[in-house]
């Protein structure tokens, strides 16, 4: 499946962005979803994840409350709304595809991955 990023862009500390995560090639619905982050000189890190049908979200704690991932299987996108951004919220973001039974929360589950899309959030 391929995945294509969108929705990055420059905000102020206490803004808010919404990511989508366009997917063609395969059955979009057999993939459980997730939004993966890496700052510079930082690790990637979990962010978010839903199941392949929307009923199961499971995000990081640093962004419960804040962030929400959702899905819309007939349009083939998966969502990342950002709300109440923070400077340590600036990263590169990637949407990325599993086909495991249940949502994963580690990037070494998922098969297929986007480019990414730069957040800045300034201070």
């Avoid at 690790?43 to 009923?55: C, D, Q, T, W």
């Avoid at 349009?75 to 109440?84: D, F, G, P």
């Avoid at 998922?110 to 800045?120: E, I, K, L, S």
Wanted: contains cysteine; proline residues 2%.
């Amino acid at each position: 499946v391929q995945l294509q990023a969108s929705g990055g862009g420059l905000v102020q500390a206490g803004g808010s962005l919404r990511l989508s995560c366009a997917a063609s090639g395969r059955t979009f619905s057999n993939y459980n979803m997730g939004w993966f982050r890496q700052a510079p000189g930082k690790e990637r890190e979990f962010v978010a994840a839903i199941s392949r049908s929307g009923s199961s979200t499971f995000s990081a704690d640093s962004v419960k409350g804040r962030f929400t991932i959702s899905r819309d299987n007939a349009q083939n996108t998966v969502y990342l709304q950002m709300n109440s951004l923070k400077p340590e919220d600036t990263a590169v973001y990637y949407c990325a595809a599993d086909g495991d039974l249940r949502p994963q929360l580690v990037s070494e589950r998922y098969d297929y991955w986007g480019q990414g899309t730069q957040v800045t959030v300034s201070s």
